[in-house]
């Protein structure tokens, strides 16, 4: 099905994405860094992802992200994938970390920290492209690995990360216990 889903790699008006070039293709989808107007519908997606967070949590948090390009001290970006007049299909948040598990302690490295298509749009291509661009925004800031995670019994995405060259470093539980 992914010839029904050519993809455009373009560059948001007005914001600078250093590393995401320009694909020609018929422009049913196309991939653009976030930018100011995105907030509610990128809020509402962000919930479907993590709903331990209100959808006006989601919507600050992604309206300070989207301003500042940072996330904390270091650079962020919100990738979205644009579906022709129906609005976002999806997004991936990626941002550089100092360090990530089973990655050269001496560089940076981007990290994926959230990758969301809706249900509808899946298995076309799109979170693909999404992670394409990620992997240009993150060589372009002098990366050389991108790094991910996902829950242990999230096996569609773990699937996903395998068919998109990702390795797996290793299999972790979390503890805690109240003081
Ligand atoms: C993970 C997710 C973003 C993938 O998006 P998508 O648009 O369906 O992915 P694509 O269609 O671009 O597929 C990318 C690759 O993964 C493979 N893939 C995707 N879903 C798969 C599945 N359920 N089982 C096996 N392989 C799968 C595809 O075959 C493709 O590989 P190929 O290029 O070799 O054919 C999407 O399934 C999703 O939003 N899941 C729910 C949220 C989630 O779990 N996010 C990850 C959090 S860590």
Redesign the pocket.
């Known amino acids: 099905m992914k010839a029904l889903c050519t993809v455009q790699v373009e560059e948001a008006k007005g914001t600078l994405v250093p590393g995401l070039g320009r694909i020609v293709a018929m422009p049913v989808t196309s991939i653009r860094a976030a930018r100011q107007g995105d907030e509610v519908e990128l809020a509402e997606l962000r919930a479907l992802?993590w709903s331990d967070e209100t959808v006006e949590q989601h919507g600050r948090e992604v309206q300070k992200l989207i301003r500042s390009g940072m996330s904390g001290t270091l650079p962020a970006v919100v990738l979205v994938a644009i579906a022709a007049s129906e609005g976002l299909a999806?997004f991936l948040e990626v941002g550089l970390r100092s360090h990530a598990d089973g990655c050269d302690v001496e560089q940076p490295v981007g990290y994926v920290e959230g990758?969301?298509?809706r249900e509808e749009?899946?298995?076309?291509?799109?979170?693909?492209?999404l992670m394409k661009a990620a992997e240009d925004w993150s060589r372009a800031r002098g990366c050389r690995e991108i790094a991910?995670?996902?829950l242990v019994d999230?096996l569609?995405?773990r699937?996903?990360h395998s068919?998109?060259g990702f390795e797996v470093v290793d299999l972790c539980v979390h503890f805690r216990k109240g003081l």
Not at 121 to 129: A, S, V
Request: glycine share 16%.
């Open positions: 992802l999806g990758w969301f298509v749009f899946r298995g076309r291509g799109i979170g693909k492209q991910s995670d996902a999230n569609e995405s699937e996903a068919a998109l």
